[in-house]
């Protein structure tokens, strides 16, 4: 047995200890190495990265023996992969939670009950304090709100002789100007019909009157006429071709046409400002109005809220986290940087000064007609059902009517399977 | 460097002129550690493979909650597949990629006859640009081809224009996105079927061609009476591998199609499926029924092809 053999069954023996050392690096990610603890903290916006880290080195000033590093998952793969984490026991320390997935995660014990906090909610709005308890039992700080706003291209309006958008327009002043807007030569149309519910389809759905789930959670609303009349807005846009087709907007998305100029208009969130702001197609020549009255004016309104996994090898210092997540501080460097509409109450007008260049209190104006985005406790079902079956509506190959009826029907199936 | 390690002691000449006992002492030894290098791959093999193979049968009978915990739950996974009309149409894409991925053999073929030839000039350049797809990641492929097929800016409808024609949305239209997706797969393993063919036909002995020659054959009775026949066994491997390779297609589907796309059930595959139901709608019980009656299909495909190769693979 020569040298050879000996450093072949070192390397061996090697692959074999790393394997196992592979398999015993279960749980959640980090440790503690020489008295200082490391967490993870799971988000999914690239934009708002920058000012997470802000917020993490003014965490970690005060909290020398604390380090946190992001674990950053683009929004499509976020919660497969945060959910196949959790299911093995390896989710981030803390992590962003929206209200679709919220009471999923809280009533599987995912996420710990933050009773030990005792923070005060009262600073935060009373909506996204509620969307946040599962029983009556608070899980989430919340973090910030978002509503959702008319973008426009000024140039565009310009260029079709049409008067900009303003918090008196109706549906009808709207489908007369992308009528307007939508130039076919130059490859402009008015508006992008995205196939989206928060930015889309759920707010015409609440203009026109209508609902997407009942209160109590055991209802679809997609059989009421009101709220096909709100899908109806958008399947219209496109059948007029004042919307791209769906086959357009999967090649591109509308996002991305309205920042390269292609769509006059473009139904944004606030959270859209930031992303705006360092784009050279959109930093200067766009500005953003009210969402324009159906029945009557809405806005979906919905926010995010940090979160502790029940698994966490660190409670104490993730709970300390999440606080400082949840401080005033940490809502001003959001505010500050423009990155969101922080949910910390007395930071927000800070959010709407980041941005001189657009109206951005148009955002908080309009929260007299939010409507909270519609949850349940499985909402991961029926927005899969609603993203597979619309789609025959958005094509055009079959009739609103026919797919509303039967997304319904399959979505009250899947709401029946909630239990109680 | 276990490699190395191994062809060492089993090259040792033995000395000669020992007792037999010694020999039989140290085939022994040389069996412990066969062994010994062979159980990093077994092992891992063993972990990895083969266990969860025994797992995923286990949890096609269940039913999970969604986030781990599972019942047992009989056949109902199955029953269910029956009924699945999703399943259904993802196996016939499923075929539609298998075909499509046969129909690049022949490419493949061409293309290794034209690049084996010795004495071309420039050959090795061919064979490296068509060989970089296959080490390329099937993400970035992805990527790159849904910019090339953009309806109103890609590269292809571009140069299409040109000519007067007005190309469609390619991977979003119901009608091409499975041909679109299906020719990028193809793309993508032409090069590594190529090299398997270029080998075998290499390793035809030359004046097989000089005596066929001397009889008279031409370049046409050539290629069917000697090439054909002596490369079976390399076509043989390549259609094997190429119908396991499409069954599993996903990472295209995946990455080019996309959730909303309204040519997604005509293009899904039964992967894609078992995808979406093992890990965004958390049914991994179902999931595991699915991954089976694939495993199943897959075996019962390969099986037959092994079955048939008796009829037109020829072993020289």
Same mark, same amino acid.
């Given at each position: 047995?020569?040298?050879?053999?000996?450093?072949?069954?070192?390397?061996?023996?090697?692959?074999?200890?790393?394997?196992?050392?592979?398999?015993?690096?279960?749980?959640?990610?980090?440790?503690?190495?020489?008295?200082?603890?490391?967490?993870?903290?799971?988000?999914?916006?690239?934009?708002?990265?920058?000012?997470?880290?802000?917020?993490?080195?003014?965490?970690?000033?005060?909290?020398?023996?604390?380090?946190?590093?992001?674990?950053?998952?683009?929004?499509?793969?976020?919660?497969?992969?945060?959910?196949?984490?959790?299911?093995?026991?390896?989710?981030?320390?803390?992590?962003?939670?929206?209200?679709?997935?919220?009471?999923?995660?809280?009533?599987?014990?995912?996420?710990?009950?933050?009773?030990?906090?005792?923070?005060?909610?009262?600073?935060?709005?009373?909506?996204?304090?509620?969307?946040?308890?599962?029983? =009556?039992? #608070?899980? &989430?700080?919340?973090?910030?709100?978002?509503?959702? /706003? !008319?973008?426009?291209?000024?140039? @565009?309006?310009? +260029?079709?002789?049409?008067?900009?958008?303003?918090?008196?327009?109706?549906?009808?002043?709207?489908?007369?100007?992308?009528?307007?807007?939508?130039?076919?030569?130059?490859?402009?149309?008015?508006?992008?019909?995205?196939?989206?519910?928060?930015?889309?389809?759920?707010?015409?759905?609440?203009?026109?009157?209508?609902?997407?789930?009942?209160?109590? =959670?055991? #209802?679809? &609303?997609?059989?009421?006429?009101?709220?096909?009349? /709100? !899908?109806?807005?958008?399947?219209? @846009?496109?059948? +007029?071709?004042?919307?791209?087709?769906?086959?357009?907007?999967?090649?591109?998305?509308?996002?991305?046409?309205?920042?390269?100029?292609?769509?006059?208009?473009?139904?944004?969130?606030?959270?859209?400002?930031?992303?705006?702001?360092?784009?050279?197609?959109?930093?200067?020549?766009?500005?953003?109005?009210?969402?324009?009255?159906?029945?009557?004016?809405?806005?979906?309104?919905?926010?995010?809220?940090?979160?502790?996994?029940?698994?966490?090898?660190?409670?104490?210092?993730?709970?300390?986290?999440?606080?400082?997540?949840?401080?005033?501080?940490?809502?001003?460097?959001?505010?500050?940087?423009?990155?969101?509409?922080?949910?910390?109450?007395?930071?927000?007008?800070?959010?709407?000064?980041?941005?001189?260049?657009?109206?951005?209190?148009?955002?908080?104006?309009?929260?007299?007609?939010?409507?909270?985005?519609?949850?349940?406790?499985?909402?991961?079902?029926?927005?899969?059902?609603?993203?597979?079956?619309?789609?025959?509506?958005?094509?055009?190959?079959?009739?609103?009517?026919?797919?509303?009826?039967?997304?319904?029907?399959?979505?009250?199936?899947?709401?029946?399977?909630?239990?109680? | 460097?276990?490699?190395?390690?191994?062809?060492?002691?089993?090259?040792?000449?033995?000395?000669?002129?020992?007792?037999?006992?010694?020999?039989?002492?140290?085939?022994?030894?040389?069996?412990?550690?066969?062994?010994?290098?062979?159980?990093?791959?077994?092992?891992?093999?063993?972990?990895?493979?083969?266990?969860?193979?025994?797992?995923?049968?286990?949890?096609?009978?269940?039913?999970?909650?969604?986030?781990?915990?599972?019942?047992?739950?009989?056949?109902?996974?199955?029953?269910?597949?029956?009924?699945?009309?999703?399943?259904?149409?993802?196996?016939?894409?499923?075929?539609?990629?298998?075909?499509?991925?046969?129909?690049?053999?022949?490419?493949?073929?061409?293309?290794?006859?034209?690049?084996?030839?010795?004495?071309?000039?420039?050959?090795?350049?061919?064979?490296?640009?068509?060989?970089?797809?296959?080490?390329?990641?099937?993400?970035?492929?992805?990527?790159?081809?849904?910019?090339?097929?953009?309806?109103?800016?890609?590269?292809?409808?571009?140069?299409?224009?040109?000519?007067?024609?007005?190309?469609?949305?390619?991977?979003?239209?119901?009608?091409?996105?499975?041909?679109?997706?299906?020719?990028?797969?193809?793309?993508?393993?032409?090069?590594?079927?190529?090299?398997?063919?270029?080998?075998?036909?290499?390793?035809?002995?030359?004046?097989?061609?000089?005596?066929?020659?001397?009889?008279?054959?031409?370049?046409?009775?050539?290629?069917?009476?000697?090439?054909?026949?002596?490369?079976?066994?390399?076509?043989?491997?390549?259609?094997?591998?190429?119908?396991?390779?499409?069954?599993?297609?996903?990472?295209?589907?995946?990455?080019?199609?996309?959730?909303?796309?309204?040519?997604?059930?005509?293009?899904?595959?039964?992967?894609?499926?078992?995808?979406?139901?093992?890990?965004?709608?958390?049914?991994?019980?179902?999931?595991?029924?699915?991954?089976?009656?694939?495993?199943?299909?897959?075996?019962?495909?390969?099986?037959?092809?092994?079955?048939?190769?008796?009829?037109?693979?020829?072993?020289?």
């Amino acid at each position: 047995m020569g040298i050879r053999a000996v450093a072949a069954a070192a390397t061996s023996l090697a692959l074999v200890a790393s394997m196992a050392a592979c398999s015993s690096s279960k749980g959640s990610a980090g440790g503690s190495a020489g008295g200082k603890v490391s967490l993870s903290y799971g988000v999914w916006d690239a934009t708002q990265v920058p000012a997470m880290q802000k917020i993490i080195t003014a965490f970690e000033a005060q909290n020398p023996d604390i380090s946190v590093t992001i674990q950053q998952t683009p929004w499509a793969d976020y919660w497969t992969k945060l959910q196949a984490a959790a299911t093995g026991g390896a989710a981030p320390d803390v992590f962003w939670m929206n209200g679709p997935n919220f009471q999923l995660y809280a009533s599987n014990n995912v996420i710990k009950p933050l009773t030990d906090l005792h923070q005060d909610t009262s600073v935060y709005p009373a909506s996204l304090v509620k969307l946040y308890q599962y029983k =009556g039992v #608070q899980y &989430g700080l919340p973090k910030d709100f978002d509503t959702v /706003g !008319l973008w426009y291209n000024k140039a @565009l309006f310009d +260029a079709a002789g049409v008067a900009y958008p303003t918090a008196s327009w109706t549906w009808a002043d709207f489908q007369a100007a992308a009528k307007k807007l939508t130039d076919p030569a130059k490859g402009v149309y008015g508006v992008g019909a995205t196939l989206e519910g928060q930015e889309n389809f759920y707010d015409t759905i609440f203009q026109a009157g209508g609902y997407v789930v009942s209160p109590d =959670g055991k #209802q679809s &609303g997609y059989a009421d006429p009101n709220t096909i009349a /709100g !899908l109806k807005f958008w399947t219209d @846009l496109i059948a +007029a071709k004042d919307s791209p087709s769906l086959k357009q907007m999967t090649d591109t998305a509308p996002l991305n046409m309205f920042e390269s100029g292609k769509l006059a208009m473009f139904w944004g969130g606030s959270w859209d400002a930031k992303a705006f702001a360092g784009n050279d197609g959109t930093k200067t020549g766009i500005d953003v109005a009210p969402l324009p009255a159906g029945a009557k004016k809405a806005t979906v309104i919905h926010g995010l809220a940090n979160v502790v996994s029940a698994h966490t090898a660190h409670t104490a210092q993730a709970e300390k986290f999440a606080e400082f997540l949840g401080s005033q501080q940490a809502a001003q460097i959001e505010a500050d940087t423009g990155t969101v509409i922080p949910a910390y109450n007395g930071t927000q007008q800070a959010w709407v000064q980041a941005y001189p260049q657009y109206q951005l209190h148009v955002f908080l104006d309009q929260l007299l007609d939010a409507v909270p985005l519609p949850v349940s406790r499985d909402t991961a079902a029926w927005n899969t059902l609603e993203a597979n079956l619309l789609t025959k509506a958005w094509d055009g190959s079959q009739p609103v009517g026919t797919v509303a009826a039967d997304l319904a029907e399959q979505m009250n199936a899947a709401l029946a399977k909630e239990g109680s | 460097m276990t490699l190395a390690g191994a062809k060492a002691s089993a090259l040792a000449p033995a000395p000669a002129g020992r007792p037999a006992r010694t020999a039989r002492r140290r085939r022994r030894g040389e069996a412990g550690w066969a062994v010994f290098f062979l159980a990093p791959t077994a092992l891992g093999l063993a972990v990895f493979y083969l266990w969860p193979v025994v797992q995923t049968f286990y949890y096609s009978f269940t039913t999970w909650g969604p986030f781990g915990g599972h019942t047992f739950s009989g056949l109902s996974n199955y029953r269910q597949l029956l009924h699945d009309p999703d399943l259904r149409s993802a196996f016939v894409n499923t075929a539609w990629y298998c075909l499509l991925g046969l129909a690049g053999v022949p490419v493949a073929l061409v293309l290794a006859a034209v690049l084996a030839r010795p004495g071309r000039r420039g050959v090795g350049f061919y064979r490296a640009l068509l060989f970089l797809p296959v080490v390329t990641m099937p993400v970035a492929v992805a990527v790159v081809w849904r910019w090339l097929y953009a309806g109103d800016s890609g590269l292809i409808n571009t140069l299409l224009a040109k000519v007067g024609i007005h190309g469609p949305y390619w991977i979003s239209d119901p009608h091409t996105a499975l041909i679109a997706v299906a020719a990028v797969g193809m793309w993508s393993s032409v090069g590594y079927t190529m090299v398997i063919l270029m080998a075998g036909l290499q390793s035809i002995p030359r004046h097989f061609y000089e005596a066929a020659q001397i009889d008279g054959a031409g370049p046409v009775r050539q290629f069917f009476a000697i090439t054909l026949p002596l490369l079976s066994p390399s076509l043989f491997f390549v259609t094997v591998l190429s119908v396991i390779g499409t069954l599993q297609t996903f990472d295209l589907v995946y990455v080019m199609v996309g959730q909303t796309n309204p040519a997604l059930p005509q293009t899904r595959t039964v992967v894609y499926l078992f995808y979406q139901d093992a890990f965004v709608n958390n049914n991994r019980g179902y999931a595991a029924a699915i991954a089976f009656l694939l495993l199943a299909v897959t075996v019962a495909l390969t099986g037959l092809q092994f079955r048939l190769q008796k009829r037109w693979v020829h072993y020289a």
